[in-house]
């Protein structure tokens, strides 16, 4: 029984982990209803970010999120004047494209200036905290309170605000959002940026439980896809559900089925989801059945 | 007639000394296949880099019979692209020469690529033991096939520690982990069919996705099984997930023997901190009992250790002091032989080589089989004087500890304290 | 985007790009000039390109039946290439059955695995297909790895290297040529009747309005499977035809997203929903890349791939319609897709 609740709390808390760096791609999903397939560079670039600052300052990484987060606003910006907005009135693979060209662009530049090696910080907690027979990581459970805290955040900003009003409205329908006066172009550019944003924050405290190195973000953004078609596009508690339900059952399957067959339960439960329930965990009706918008 | 003779003498040697000191001055061109991007790439760039020592090295000491060894590239990022690239190496740039590729896949194609295009082919580290039981007649693999790995780790856990823990060798609960590619497959395979010849029982056996992000599932089983030692087979990025979660949950062992690439890439200690000491390494040795080496050999391991650590101001992994030790011996020991350089003269020389252990910078010699071995009459190139030993990671840096003859220091920290005292 | 043939098009000039189902004169030129190249033996030393272009045109072709006259894009398809090049390679290694019907089979394989995927992804458009298409090829891969004593797991499956008719195994890498330019005029030729016929456009209205389709009695489920599994079978061909030259396998590589963007990005660069968008698209990336890492690969490690990428990113966002779409603005036809 300890065993199974170790288990199920580490992939909760790894889930959240997971939820906290795709909640960018899904607010970006649901309101540009764009594929970024740069995504896993994103990441890596905000990883590397963040470890410089930790290794060069000596401070910790989520002190380092001060500085990560608005420069990656700014980045998140940039790449959506220069190549997604260019890209947006174009045919949809355009953009899908463009975004794969930017993903190998940032692996090998960060290869060239990076090098190969990984790159890792120091520990940061001596022990990890026990409740019991079970034993929680102190970085991961911190990971999981600001995911929390984020989410919580988020959803008061989509609920409260104009600027959250405005996100909705455009998630539900652009044209529409546009005829009501909302400045859909600059909702697009500002959700970008903050996703972005927060994907730099995810970085923040994935550092201090990942290496960095320039390929790494391959292996977290077929992930982050999966969350975020799972929990619903544009879904924020779908995107923290999904992330728990990819942690869960990476960590149960790796235990009573086999380790080797790694991510294979998550994408079969994908499949299953999308043929069953195909707007996603908790994804508005007709999401997925609503066409690209070109 | 003395101005006669000395004219014909003049004239003798003008003719016979252009076309010799022609070809003198004309490089050796050898095609070097290694990832140079994607996500094998630092091992790749590292070895790279001791290649190229080598390199910078014999054309100091003039080359090859006056000749200097030049290398071309070709980024072999993936099997496909090793294919392609080996094969743009041989039919455009001319090449008869290969050496690479650090990573069994990449090792499999370059391989057979060169063979179906004419070429002589020098694999410096890929162990798969596939690289050489498919008849091939041109591939020569210098460093350990796979099943040796597996080997020097269970041979020490059975003669070593067992002692250390004071348990019988056969009353050992000994853990199998192996990542699931072509490297972790082919050893984890070599180790459970020598511990059955040894009449183990091997108490855990479980492959895993090498791309996992969570290590909880499979340390939570093993501890579980609670063994006293644990072999893994990782590869960098896997092997630091691991021990963090190792550390996370609590799980401890008498002793762990890491397996190659993963555990004895030089920065893991920059990665885990001191959390490295005491682990074990069944690899190429990165350095060795000194004593074993030939003087001369010596010297040259001696210059290689400082200029490796002089341009990346970290001493060599043991592949990448393989990788060296191989092409070395490739240059000193075959190209001199050889005046056509076509790739059936080198098979001939390196088919003819007989060279101890000791012979080469990492302590291994060199006997190539060719389809006379016992066990496989398919094999051929394989190296049966190739050495995996078994180091350990100390404070300071790293000691080989097995096979006492090759030993630089007794293993130490056996059983290994747990993780609230280390 | 519309369907519009335009009959009264100024003549002479460039070369025009042809109409639907028509063969034009600069397809027939670029035939010849493929065959020549081929046959003559020119390029000697570039004849690995060639083949490669070759193969990857007809695979780009193949992509674009189901991606860009069905509409669905899929980012899945190395899960039908290895799905076709496992199936021949098992049987010709363990049951000596020659290539030559083995490709068949794995086509057969591949296109059933076509048809789940597209029953499977019967109510999702947009995102959700991709990502689906995505998930299921991932699926298979890690099947296919971990299926060892069927495929080889990770260390792969390898073919023989003697050269045999029989086997399909060749020594001159002309030979290997022709086989994949037939292998490309195949699949074009289907492509080109694809566009003429009935099917192709039931498949073109289900890709612009499915609603509309629907209502004007044309079965989208059935239009979509079809597609799919059609596309699926030749990309199975081109796998094993892959398997023939390369003469190893390894699941890890053949199976994996970064083919299948592959697939998907030829025919985006060369004009989707065009016939000769996917082979231009193939001739123009295929060499580029394989120059650019023979020139740069050693410079430093990544710089090639940094100037592909920019020259990509350059590419989608300058000539959005591709290559096709490109040259139809010079000849000033208007595109018919």
Not at chain 3, 122 to 136: E, H, K, V, Y
Request: hydrophobic residues 50%; glycine residues 10%; positive net charge.
């Amino acid at each position: 029984m300890a065993t199974f609740l170790q288990l199920l709390l580490s992939g909760i808390l790894i889930g959240s982990v997971y939820a906290l760096m795709s909640i960018g791609l899904t607010l970006i999903f649901g309101v540009l209803r764009i594929v970024n397939f740069a995504h896993g560079e994103f990441l890596m670039i905000a990883m590397y970010g963040a470890w410089a600052i930790t290794h060069l300052l000596g401070l910790n990484p989520y002190a380092a999120a001060i500085a990560i987060v608005p420069a990656m606003f700014l980045f998140g910006g940039l790449v959506y004047l220069l190549i997604v907005r260019p890209a947006l009135d174009k045919p949809h693979l355009v953009v899908v494209f463009a975004t794969m060209a930017l993903s190998i662009f940032l692996q090998n530049a960060a290869l060239m200036a990076m090098t190969a090696d990984l790159r890792d910080i120091p520990p940061i907690f001596a022990h990890s905290l026990t409740i019991g027979p079970i034993y929680v990581k102190v970085e991961l459970l911190l990971g999981f309170i600001i995911t929390l805290i984020c989410t919580v955040g988020l959803q008061w900003i989509i609920k409260r605000t104009y600027l959250g009003k405005a996100i909705r409205a455009t998630v539900q329908d652009g044209e529409a959002a546009m005829l009501m006066g909302i400045p859909v172009p600059r909702i697009f550019l500002i959700t970008f940026a903050a996703g972005s944003a927060l994907v730099g924050l995810a970085a923040c405290v994935m550092v201090p439980l990942f290496s960095v190195f320039p390929s790494v973000g391959l292996n977290f953004v077929l992930i982050a896809f999966v969350i975020v078609v799972l929990g619903g596009m544009g879904s924020i508690e779908g995107a923290l559900l999904g992330g728990f339900c990819v942690g869960v059952i990476q960590s149960l399957s790796g235990y009573y089925v086999a380790p080797a067959f790694g991510q294979l339960f998550f994408f079969v439960l994908f499949l299953l989801v999308m043929i069953f329930r195909p707007n996603g965990l908790l994804g508005q009706q007709g999401a997925a059945t609503v066409g690209m918008n070109d | 007639m003395r101005r006669l003779l000395r004219l014909s003498a003049l004239f003798a040697g003008l003719v016979l000394a252009s076309p010799i000191t022609a070809r003198a001055q004309e490089p050796i061109k050898i095609g070097v296949l290694l990832p140079f991007t994607g996500p094998l790439a630092k091992n790749g760039i590292e070895n790279w880099e001791a290649m190229q020592i080598a390199r910078d090295m014999i054309n100091e000491r003039g080359g090859i019979n006056g000749r200097k060894i030049v290398y071309v590239q070709g980024d072999a990022t993936t099997p496909n692209a090793a294919i392609s690239e080996t094969e743009r190496l041989i039919n455009r740039e001319g090449i008869k020469i290969t050496t690479g590729s650090f990573a069994s896949p990449i090792a499999i194609a370059v391989s057979q690529a060169a063979e179906r295009n004419g070429a002589f082919h020098w694999e410096t580290t890929g162990a798969a033991e596939i690289i050489t039981r498919r008849g091939f007649k041109n591939t020569f693999q210098v460093g350990a096939p796979a099943r040796k790995y597996g080997q020097a780790a269970v041979d020490f856990v059975l003669n070593d520690v067992a002692k250390r823990l004071n348990k019988p060798a056969g009353n050992l609960k000994i853990a199998l982990l192996w990542e699931n590619r072509a490297f972790g497959k082919s050893v984890g395979d070599g180790i459970r069919a020598y511990a059955q010849t040894k009449g183990l029982k091997l108490a855990f056996d479980d492959g895993y996705d090498q791309t996992a992000t969570d290590m909880t599932p499979i340390v939570q089983k093993l501890k579980d099984v609670g063994p006293d030692v644990l072999i893994a087979i990782s590869f960098p990025n896997d092997a630091i997930l691991f021990q963090r979660k190792a550390k996370e949950l609590d799980f401890n062992v008498g002793a762990f023997v890491g397996v190659s690439a993963g555990y004895s890439a030089a920065d893991l200690r920059d990665s885990i901190g001191d959390s490295v000491v005491g682990i074990f390494v069944a690899d190429f040795p990165p350095k060795v009992n000194a004593n074993v080496l030939k003087p001369e050999i010596r010297k040259v391991a001696d210059e290689f250790y400082k200029r490796y650590e002089a341009k990346l101001k970290r001493p060599p992994a043991g592949h990448a002091a393989a990788g060296f030790s191989a092409i070395w011996a490739l240059f000193t020991d075959v190209l001199p032989k050889a005046k056509t350089f076509q790739p059936e003269e080198l098979r001939d020389i390196a088919l003819k080589l007989d060279l101890p252990e000791g012979s080469l910078v990492n302590g291994s010699g060199i006997k190539f089989t060719n389809f006379d071995w016992a066990e496989d009459p398919k094999d051929a190139g394989q190296n049966l004087r190739a050495s995996i030993g078994v180091w350990q990671w100390t404070k300071q840096g790293n000691e080989q500890v097995y096979p006492p003859s090759l030993a630089t220091h007794e293993a130490v920290m056996v059983p290994m304290p747990k993780w609230n005292a280390r | 985007m519309s369907i519009i043939l335009d009959a009264n098009a100024p003549k002479g000039g460039i070369p025009k790009l042809p109409q639907r189902g028509q063969v034009s004169w600069f397809e027939i030129i670029l035939l010849l000039a493929c065959i020549g190249v081929v046959a003559s033996g020119v390029a000697h030393g570039l004849m690995d390109v060639i083949v490669l272009s070759f193969l990857f045109a007809g695979l780009a072709l193949a992509w674009n039946i189901a991606g860009g006259y069905a509409g669905l894009i899929s980012f899945g398809h190395s899960a039908f290439f290895g799905v076709g090049a496992f199936t021949s390679t098992i049987l010709l290694t363990r049951h000596d059955l020659s290539p030559w019907i083995g490709i068949w089979i794995g086509a057969l394989i591949a296109a059933a695995f076509g048809s789940i995927l597209a029953i499977i992804c019967a109510r999702l458009r947009g995102p959700f297909f991709i990502l689906s298409t995505l998930a299921f090829a991932e699926v298979v891969r890690i099947i296919a790895l971990n299926w060892a004593s069927l495929t080889g797991g990770p260390e792969g499956l390898s073919i023989p290297p003697t050269s045999s008719l029989a086997d399909m195994v060749f020594a001159s890498k002309s030979v290997y040529a022709a086989l994949m330019l037939g292998y490309l005029v195949v699949v074009y030729g289907i492509t080109k009747g694809l566009e003429a016929s009935r099917f192709g456009y039931y498949l073109f209205a289900i890709r612009d309005n499915e609603d509309a389709a629907a209502a004007a009695g044309v079965n989208p489920l059935a239009g979509r499977a079809a597609a799919m599994a059609l596309s699926a079978a030749l990309t199975g061909i081109g796998g094993s035809l892959f398997a023939q030259y390369f003469l190893y396998l390894d699941p890890t590589y053949l199976i994996s997203p970064e083919l299948s963007f592959q697939f998907a990005l030829l025919p985006a660069v060369g004009g989707l929903g065009t016939a000769i968008g996917p082979v231009l698209g193939s001739f123009l990336i295929t060499p580029l890349s394989e120059l650019l890492r023979s020139y740069f690969g050693s410079a430093a490690a990544g710089l090639h791939l940094v100037i592909y990428s920019l020259g990509l990113l350059g590419v989608m966002l300058y000539f959005p319609s591709g290559l096709a779409g490109a040259l139809n603005k010079l000849t000033r036809r208007r595109p018919f897709s």
